[in-house]
């Protein structure tokens, strides 16, 4: 049972444009909300994160939105870059008690000069 | 400061064989998991152990997988009698364990079962 499902799959983006990826999850429970970037033959890395007490967090170009009500969120890359190219995970998990990351499936993202 | 140590990073078995990957957390952190990433798939949760304890491994296969944390050096990834699927990169990650701090990964140990 996939605990997190992500969309879509691969993207293709040109050079400047905006990246977005997008994730569901079905268990209430999870009160933490990740996102890495992993680059071929590495390991993934954090990119940014959020908790559900707030809709929206942005660092730099990387911007997450939250709608708990739906139980969904998503990255936005602004100004893409072909070296934003790479696998993007979401991941879900919970603060307390056994708190390991659920991660959805991936999206290889690759941005045309 | 150190990141996650992953080793050896890749490792080639032959079937029935013993695989054993190290994973040494980032200095301070008691807490380490375990995920496998199949070739163009996502990262399964495998196990979470802390020192000396496993606290869950309701992601591990029942057979022939094990791991631990011992007090003393590296958490160890342990899969007897290799087979071709048992092929994969495993990743280790680690965090200082208290509530709402993050989960920082290794390189990986790429696992080739010929």
């Known amino acids: 049972q996939q605990q997190v499902k992500q969309s879509p799959q691969s993207l293709i983006v040109q050079k400047g444009g905006i990246s977005i990826i997008n994730c569901a999850y079905e268990?209430?429970?999870?009160?933490?909300f990740p996102w890495y970037q992993q680059f071929p033959g590495k390991g993934p890395a954090l990119l940014i994160a959020?908790?559900?007490?707030?809709s929206e967090k942005k660092e730099g170009r990387f911007t997450i939105s939250f709608n708990k009500s739906a139980k969904q969120f998503s990255l936005h890359i602004m100004d893409s870059q072909p070296g934003d190219s790479a696998t993007y995970f979401c991941?879900?998990?919970?603060?307390?008690?056994?708190?390991?990351?659920?991660f959805g499936t991936g999206t290889r993202l690759t941005v045309i000069p | 400061n150190a990141g996650v140590m992953q080793n050896p990073r890749h490792l080639v078995r032959r079937r029935g064989q013993e695989a054993r990957l190290r994973c040494s957390p980032m200095?301070?952190?008691?807490?380490v998991y375990w995920y496998r990433q199949l070739p163009e798939e996502g990262l399964k949760f495998m196990v979470y152990?802390?020192?000396?304890?496993?606290?869950?491994e309701s992601g591990m296969p029942k057979e022939r997988f094990s791991a631990e944390f011992p007090k003393e050096g590296p958490s160890i990834l342990r899969i007897q009698q290799v087979v071709r699927g048992d092929s994969a990169a495993y990743f280790c990650?680690?965090?200082?364990?208290?509530?709402?701090?993050?989960?920082?990964f290794g390189e990986g140990s790429w696992l080739t079962v010929v």
């Open positions: 990650a680690s965090s200082p364990g208290q509530i709402g701090n993050t989960i920082y």
């Open positions: 268990n209430t429970a999870f009160d933490y």
């Open positions: 959020i908790r559900p007490d707030v």
């Open positions: 991941a879900a998990s919970r603060q307390t008690g056994a708190n390991n990351l659920f």
């Open positions: 200095k301070g952190h008691s807490h």
């Open positions: 152990l802390q020192k000396e304890n496993i606290i869950d």
